[in-house]
């Protein structure tokens, strides 16, 4: 029975999060969008810490429930490890804890954090990973799947669905989705939780609070027959049967061995692990709650923690348009609410969660190595309108603050900056002022480009004290491949 309520409340969890990522109506963010904010590495960078306690303190009571049920790497792990098991049942066997590779990823994480080396937490954080996949691997399965429904549908005289446009990430990015699926689906496929209690920095540190769970699976030896079968089908591989004893902290509370057991010689029970010799005296030893090496772990998190605090081609009404060129900017973009770069670098774990739910396609994952999978603005398929703030209230780690649409519209996050030489009106002798129409604040005016002629063609002027850097005016230039007006980024956003 408890194997059965942890599969199913892991199934919910797993099709939640991923209809997170999935979603392009926005419909999802609305009603579950708590289910980002409670994941464990996002909350602690958000500073959250009454997530980060319940967490902590489910922990304490459960176990590594939060691994089994929560997080959504360890469940797309117990997928794999599924059909592993369906290949060669009792698969697994008994391992000695890698412990040094542990706690040298767990030191590795903690320092990427403090240092701010943001390509390595990203790397590493679990949810993030899951995030990954979800948006560049799924989320055009599922555009696509929307698009033939929306074309039955209007064969059928039906507006039940609608086209949406189907977005391939760069190389980079589904480089490394398809990677790390293709690596932890192995892992789990093989060995069941190997990456959960050798790599995983989080499954690390909820493994040193797991070791004083007040709940757990305890081996009774005057039961047990020593078939070792509950070993051979933990994917934790921590069930030592010959000895009798389970390690703790590598246990992600799937009851996998209880579910197995004939003999009923495992019970999740409150009551500590039993040694022979105490079995045999007829002692019954309750929890030891080891006060002095939880409270000095439980400081070193929340110290952590707080630590962190060329040649154009115009559209001519029928011919085909050049796509446009990302230009190079000195300075990236980063959008409203992430306040600097340093802020957003610090905090922000590229779940690609902001990137999944910005209708306008502005944000997309990063390719820098330094900000390797987080997120940065770019114009080429739509600008950042002034009413929306999606992102903001989408983001789980603090990386992005929630603001509301007057406050987007005082940030200025960057400022146009007008390219000469791509200026239609100069090089093709044609009418244009397409920036200073769609400018959302007034930021453009349009004024002959000779001071002598009146009757010149007239080119755009910027007034950056005005200018919240959209991109509306770099993503409706019509000069390709390259706009004749582009967004510089700022490193401080600036309320004007």
Known sequence: MLKKIRVTLAVVSIL?????????????????????????????????????GVLVALTLIFGRLYCSVICPLGVMQDVFAFFGKKSKKNRYSYSPARNILRYVMLAVMLFAILAGISSVVVLLAPY???????????????????????????RHNSYAFYNVDVWLRSGVTLGVAVATIV??????????????????????????????????????????????????NCKAACINSKEHKIDYSRCVTCFDCIGKCSKSAISYTYKRQVSGKEASE????????????????????????????????????????????????????????????????????????????CPNGVLRPSTDLSTLMQPESSYE?????????????????????????????????????????????????????????????????MVSSSASDSE?????????????????????????PFSAIYVEGNERHRII
């Open 381 to 445: 398929r739509g600008y950042c309108r002034p009413e929306c703030t999606r992102c903001s209230e989408v983001c789980p780690a603090g990386a992005i603050l929630k603001i509301d649409a007057a406050e987007k519209s005082s940030v200025q996050i960057g400022r146009a900056v007008w390219i000469k030489e791509n200026c239609i009106p100069l090089t093709d002798g044609v009418e244009c002022g397409n920036c200073a129409r769609h400018c959302p604040v007034g930021a453009i005016t």
């Open 183 to 232: 690596i932890l689906g192995y892992l789990s496929w093989r060995n069941g939780r190997t990456y959960c209690n050798t790599i995983c920095p989080v499954g690390t540190l909820l493994g040193l609070i797991s070791k004083y769970s007040i709940l757990r699976p305890v081996i009774d030896t005057s039961k047990c027959n020593g078939c070792g079968l509950c070993a051979r």
């Open 456 to 480: 010149s063609r007239k080119i755009p002027v910027v007034n950056t004290e005005r200018c919240i850097g959209c991109g509306a005016c770099e993503n409706l230039c019509p000069s390709r």
């Open 16 to 52: 939640l999060v991923t209809l997170l990522f999935v979603d392009f109506t926005g419909m999802a963010h609305v009603w579950l969008g708590w289910m980002a904010k409670i994941q464990f590495l996002p909350a602690l960078l958000a500073l959250n810490f009454g997530v980060v």
């Open 128 to 154: 993030s990973a899951y995030g990954r996949i979800a948006q560049t691997l799924m989320a055009p399965l599922v555009a696509w799947g929307n698009n033939l429904l929306a074309l039955w549908a209007e």
């Open 282 to 357: 007829g002692k019954d030893v309750m929890v030891d709650g080891s006060r002095r090496q939880f409270l000095g772990m439980a400081a070193a998190i929340a110290t952590t923690a707080a630590l962190n605090a060329q040649e154009k081609t115009v559209d001519g009404g029928l011919a085909v348009i050049v796509d446009k060129k990302k230009p190079a900017r000195k300075t990236r973009i980063v959008p409203p609410g992430a306040k600097s770069i340093k802020n957003l670098t610090d905090h922000c774990t590229a779940c690609q969660l902001c990137v999944a739910s």
